[in-house]
């Protein structure tokens, strides 16, 4: 799928993504087309704002063959919406915009144009509305897809969290051998499709020094044996490792993946080892999925200050694959 178009969409109108993607067109020459899926309005207004000079080519998303597509230009696929000003505040009022950027995202891959796939940051209170716990959610819903995975990728380390989006006190309801199965399965298939070795994974245990002074020990009850069932079936697995020590250099070096029991288990030690130079990949849809690994961020906006290493990290990917 090599030099396939990457179907880029701009996300939550009010947040840096625009700013970002200003900045990885100048980074570098991408082979790969880039198709931009957002507002031609809002594009012309925060290019204003943000001094970036490029020209735009609308094109029709059910023709998109037709086209001799490059990145000499921004291509764009419109979706209409009418901002009063390049940056407003966050709010529900531009959720239908969202909802058809995705809309069309995926009309486009159900034409077999792409499967690569890079969305914007959006703003789950907003947009989702506790109906799902995330955009990875709300993609394995539109795509029906059962099994995922959020795998937030580094070159050198990678982390998935076995649960996501939830609460702190819902997480052990969700700690199962069959959910563990399932992720370590998504994880090792993806290093084999992509990396072409089978990773070295470290599970992590739930509690601290995967020890509990309840009566059920997930660790002991739930892990271990998960543990030892994908051991014998060759996987490279190991663990539970403690969750404190497990990113000092001379652990972490030993491993491809560190898997958590729940989001801030691994993503804080991630993103403050590699920051900006991570990206986030939803493991198990009919495509490939990739969003840059940060939010809207409010408090940069319109500043023009943002680094843009996580997004030109995930079509550097896309454009690799």
Sequence with gaps: MKN?????????????????????LKYKKYKSPLILISSLKLLKVQMEKLKFKMNIKLIDYKNINKYKLNNN???????????KKAFENISNKSNSYIKKSFDKALEIIKLDVSNKLINGPISKKNFLNKKYLGISE???KKSKSKKIAMLIYNNNLSVCPITTHLPLKMVPKKITKKTIYEKIILINNFYKNYRGFKPKIAILGLNPHCESISKFNEDEKVLKPAIKHLANLKYKVSGPFPADTIFLKNNRKK?????????????????????????????????????????P????????ISNPLSLINAITFMDKN
Excluded: C, W
Excluded at 297 to 304: H, S
């Design 138 to 140: 709300y993609l394995a």
């Design 4 to 24: 396939k178009p990457i179907i880029i969409i701009s996300g939550e109108p009010n947040s840096i993504f625009l700013e970002i993607f200003f900045k990885s």
């Design 73 to 83: 230009h921004i291509n764009l696929i419109n979706i209409k919406y009418n901002p």
């Design 297 to 304: 961020n409010i408090k940069m906006v319109g500043k023009n």
């Design 255 to 295: 491993f491809n993946v560190i898997v958590g029991m729940y989001h801030d288990q691994v993503l804080t030690p991630l993103k403050t080892l590699y920051e900006y130079d991570a990206i986030n990949i939803t493991l198990g849809l009919p495509f490939v999925r990739i969003s840059p690994d940060h939010g």
